[in-house]
Nanobody
């Protein structure tokens, strides 16, 4: 079973960048597809991005396409979310998630979660 710990959140101004990190412990990291989700107050959880076990394929939610990049370094057991051109509507708690399997694109399958890290973008 894998445990996930996110870091890197904070308060930034519109247009700035942040990089979130998620370190995994337990399990074999390379067996897990990884993803980022976010949840703003009063809103449903939203898919941000996902990456396959080997890091060769990725997908993104429509609202972050072309601004955010998900990546991973398996030797470091870490997945990253590079967030550029941040907007106030990106303000949310960001969660790292893992799924042991090959269907990395199916966001319903992610069943291991971190505690979240707050990202706040001021206008």
């Amino acid at each position: 079973q894998v445990q996930l710990v996110e870091s890197g959140g904070g308060l930034v101004q519109t247009g700035y960048s942040l990089r979130l990190s998620c370190v995994a412990s337990g399990g074999t990291f390379g067996y897990y597809a990884m993803a980022w989700f976010r949840q703003a107050p009063g809103k449903d959880r939203e898919f941000v991005g996902a990456i396959s076990r080997g890091g060769t394929v990725r997908s993104y939610g429509d609202s972050v396409q072309n601004r955010f990049t998900i990546s991973r370094i398996n030797d470091k057991r870490t997945v990253y979310l590079q967030m550029n051109s941040l907007k106030p509507e990106d303000t949310a708690v960001y969660y790292c998630a893992a799924y042991r399997g090959s269907s990395w694109y199916d966001t319903r399958l992610y069943n291991y979660w971190g505690q979240g890290t707050q990202v706040t973008v001021s206008s």
